[in-house]
């Protein structure tokens, strides 16, 4: 098999715009698959084809396609053209390099693209079903299949695939703007970055920690966590904030009850700093309500207060065992539960206030110079830029050619 066949989903229902949707899809594909051999992209109607070298290695370019946003499926395919015989008789020459000795029964799945071919979908399946069912004995079986078969007939060719593999959904990253996410290491803040990016958005991710007081503990997860999930957006910006001597003098100035919600609201007033210089038009955080003390809702309320651009929180609505289902799901889950010193287990009085009220938070910071600290944070912020594969900022061999053809 010599192609990858890549379907979307939620890119097909975007009307005139669909074209800049599939643009951006392209050139995330060729970012994520550089240098493992594919040797063209090509847009078809309805779908779009990777082109394998011969030498390339189907594992290492299945696990890379499959992080892409805007991916609804894929498969490796073979291309022959549009003639019957033909189709039947790739098909069965790849059975029997096929991993297929468990299968009795199967169906074929066919897809006429192109309306001019004399056979119909139904007729395509009968006569590729027939002459499979032919050579192996197989049942025919429409319900439960032990193989599927797709047969996708183009102009004047056809893409045939045996495994279909689903890809991650949403939409190409980059083409609803760009966030800011608050990223504490914990299990929650991953998945809200992850949820931001499969909606199409670039998350640059901002994360505060109080090195030198604590170990990089910290650090070091959530720079292995933003590796992760730039796997899927493929470039990433993360700050490290250092954020303990700006604790240290909230804890010298402000009521102990409300000491958390200010260094929330400090948090924000920071990554809102760092948001505006990368032109992001939100930020995001973790939150979910009821699950801690600053995210009861008054305390929500009166920690978003503090930032003047919206505050997203796509985890909102969720219980902790399905925000956990889904760390496990997309691999930070590991990573979140290795034990560290995070910057918001320090200092945290005993009995937090849960009902603060805007009112009281902004008369307890004006025993703060809240610029001043800002500033200060904002100004030693360190910056890392991440990217995937790793070496995508270097040279590399890129596909020879985007061709379109309908």
Not at 18 to 36: D, M
Not at 60 to 83: Q, T
Not at 272 to 285: D, G, M, N
Request: charged fraction near 25%; aromatic fraction near 4%; charge should be neutral.
């Amino acid at each position: 098999m010599n192609s990858v066949v890549v379907h979307y989903q939620e890119i097909a229902l975007k009307g005139r715009n669909r074209p800049w949707f599939i643009g951006h899809l392209v050139r995330n594909l060729e970012q994520a698959i550089a240098g493992a051999g594919v040797t063209d992209v090509r847009v078809h109607m309805g779908r779009i084809e990777l082109v394998l070298d011969p030498a390339a290695e189907w594992d290492v370019v299945r696990n890379r396609v499959s992080k892409v946003f805007g991916i609804a499926n894929f498969a490796r395919a073979g291309r022959v053209p549009l003639d019957v015989d033909q189709i039947a008789a790739a098909i069965l020459a790849d059975l029997r390099d096929a991993e297929v000795d468990q299968v009795e029964s199967f169906r074929v799945a066919a897809r006429r693209a192109d309306k001019r071919f004399h056979l119909t979908s139904p007729e395509i399946e009968r006569e590729v079903g027939g002459r499979i069912r032919e050579a192996t004995g197989w049942r025919v079986d429409l319900g439960r299949p032990g193989l599927v078969v797709s047969v996708e007939a183009m102009s004047g060719e056809a893409f045939y695939s045996l495994h279909k593999e689903p890809g991650p959904g949403g939409l190409p990253t980059g083409v609803s703007g760009r966030v800011t996410c608050l990223l504490s290491g914990g299990i929650d803040s991953p998945v809200a970055a992850y949820r931001m990016m499969k909606r199409g958005c670039r998350v640059h991710l901002v994360h505060f920690h109080s090195y030198p007081i604590v170990s990089r503990a910290s650090q070091e997860k959530v720079l292995e966590i933003a590796t992760l999930l730039t796997r899927h957006q493929l470039r990433s910006r993360l700050h490290l904030v250092p954020f303990g001597d700006v604790q240290r003098i909230v804890v010298l100035s402000v009521p102990e009850r409300l000491r958390v919600v200010i260094y929330r609201r400090l948090m924000l007033r920071i990554a809102e700093r760092l948001a505006r210089s990368w032109k992001a038009a939100a930020l995001v955080t973790g939150d979910a309500v009821g699950q801690v003390a600053s995210q009861t809702l008054e305390n929500m309320v009166a920690i978003e207060a503090a930032a003047t651009m919206p505050v997203l929180r796509p985890l909102v609505g969720m219980d902790k065992d399905e925000i956990t289902a889904e760390a496990e799901r997309i691999g930070t889950y590991p990573i979140s539960i290795i034990p560290d010193e995070d910057c918001c287990q320090l200092f945290t009085p005993r009995r937090p206030a849960t009902k603060s009220t805007v009112a009281e938070v902004e008369a307890a910071e004006r025993a703060l110079d809240v610029e001043a600290l800002v500033s200060s944070a904002t100004d030693a912020a360190e910056l890392r830029l991440l990217r995937f594969p790793p070496d995508a900022g270097r040279p590399t061999p890129a596909p020879a050619s985007v061709s379109v053809s309908s």
